[in-house]
């Protein structure tokens, strides 16, 4: 079975840094494409960031570009997310999300629970 | 980026009817070259991820209950709930991967 676990949201300071961490089971991080989407409080979905199963094409929304890079280690079967300079509307709840394509982001058929981030003073 | 509009933004619906969300697209989100609509509809419950529901407009996932088709081409798209169950009660999402992923604000499914 597909389990999709993120981690590593938590209160923080405007400007402050964060990592996220998105452990995958039940299939290979090096056989699909993968992705994070957050969700603001009450708010849509919003896609953030893309990156091809062997890591070689990579892609940022322009609200989170320059400020974030997603990465991943197969030998863990993990997806990451670093995110810097982080803003108050960057507070959200952020789920990784598998790609059921190969090549280009396009639609989502595993989701994890999401781990909250704040970013307030 | 291309921007999706849903409406309504909530509907109530008696149990057993039916409910009709649509989605429109500023653009068009067919690919000529294969024929294929980029978008994806999707489920969420309070306090759960989204679930996918259907995707290329009308393909409906594995395990999702046939109550539920996607329909539509081009700029304009519909989820139909043919008969709503309490169990259905959530927000659904449009989703396009035409371009840079984008979503819907959602709509929101009452029971009447």
């Known amino acids: 079975e597909v389990h999709l676990v993120e981690s590593g949201g938590r209160l923080v300071q405007p400007g402050g840094s964060l990592r996220l961490s998105c452990a995958a089971s039940?299939?290979?991080?090096?056989?699909?494409?993968m992705n994070w989407v957050r969700q603001a409080p009450g708010r849509g979905l919003e896609w953030i960031s893309y990156?091809?199963?062997?890591?070689?094409?990579?892609y940022y929304a322009d609200s989170v570009k320059g400020r974030f890079t997603i990465s991943k280690d197969n030998a863990k079967n993990s997806l990451f997310l670093q995110m810097n300079s982080l803003r108050a509307e960057d507070t959200a709840v952020y789920y990784c999300?598998?790609?059921?394509?190969?090549?280009?982001?396009?639609?989502?058929?595993?989701w994890g629970r999401g781990t909250r981030v704040t970013v307030s003073s | 980026d291309i921007v999706l509009t849903q409406s309504p933004d909530s509907l109530a619906v008696s149990l057993g009817e039916r409910a009709t969300i649509n989605c429109k697209s500023s653009?068009?989100?067919?690919?000529?070259?294969?024929?294929?609509?980029?978008l994806a509809w999707y489920q969420q419950k309070p306090g759960q991820p989204p679930k996918l529901l259907t995707y290329?407009?009308?393909t409906r996932e594995s395990g999702v209950p046939d109550r539920f088709s996607g329909s539509g081409s081009g700029t304009d798209f519909t989820l139909t709930i043919s008969s709503l169950q309490a169990e259905d009660v959530a927000v659904y999402f449009c989703?396009?991967?035409?371009?840079?992923?984008?979503f819907g604000q959602g709509t929101k499914v009452e029971i009447k």
């Open positions: 999300a598998r790609d059921r394509c190969s090549g280009s982001s396009c639609y989502y058929d595993s």
């Open positions: 653009q068009s989100i067919l690919y000529t070259s294969n024929n294929k609509n980029y």
């Open positions: 290329w407009a009308s």
């Open positions: 039940g299939f290979t991080l090096t056989t699909y494409d």
């Open positions: 989703q396009q991967y035409f371009g840079t992923p984008t």
């Open positions: 990156i091809s199963s062997g890591s070689t094409t990579i």
